[in-house]
């Protein structure tokens, strides 16, 4: 079951779901560019990307799992775009950032968990760039920011800023309470694969 805009809310105000910050402003008004859509919430872009390195091509071994070990300094480039600037996507080319928001699905006794997909959004689509686009499953019990993957599939370089709603998070009902899973991913605080500090979120 997908949740509208408005179960979103309730489940924002109940902490089966998590968005630090908060995206706001809750409803739309004259002017007013609200991220809340009748079935997704927008996410944005922060100022962190990670590129593969041009002069250094290297084997991913998709034999061996456990990829997140090669998303490192020795392969990636980390970009940090500063305020006001863009990050230049070229024709081809692929690129992580993570959002700007920690979404968390806390599993909690006695209420039923929510887990989420991540989807583009259309007119960014029609440009050529595409988001999360093998990957959209964030399952019950994550906790991080979302690490997404772009890639650039049109003719020309897209300009992409910080901060930019970027994608969409779908929210769905899980039947039953899950049993732990951990992702290799789980709370991977950067798009080079930085893990959070023990104890932090």
Known sequence: MILSNTAILKALDEGRL?????????????GVDCPYNTSSV??????????????????????????????????????????GQIFNLESGKVALVRT???????IVKGKLPLAGRIE??????????????TAPTIHAGWDGPIILEL?????????LVPG???CQLIVEQV????FRNQSQFHQQMGPGGKKSRKGSS
Do not use: M, Q
């Open 18 to 30: 998590i968005i630090e910050p908060e995206p706001a402003p809750r409803s739309p008004g004259e």
């Open 42 to 83: 927008d996410l944005r872009t922060s100022n962190e990307f990670s590129v593969p390195k041009g002069d250094r091509p290297f084997r991913i071994d998709l034999t061996k799992g456990k990829y997140s070990e090669y998303y490192n300094a020795e392969n990636y480039d980390a970009v940090v775009v500063p305020e």
């Open 100 to 106: 700007a928001e920690r979404v968390a699905f806390p």
């Open 120 to 133: 583009g959004r259309s007119s960014w689509a029609r440009c050529g760039l595409l988001v999360h686009f």
């Open 151 to 159: 890639c650039n599939l049109g003719p020309a370089p897209l300009s």
């Open 164 to 166: 930019a709603r970027i």
């Open 175 to 178: 039947e039953g309470v899950p």
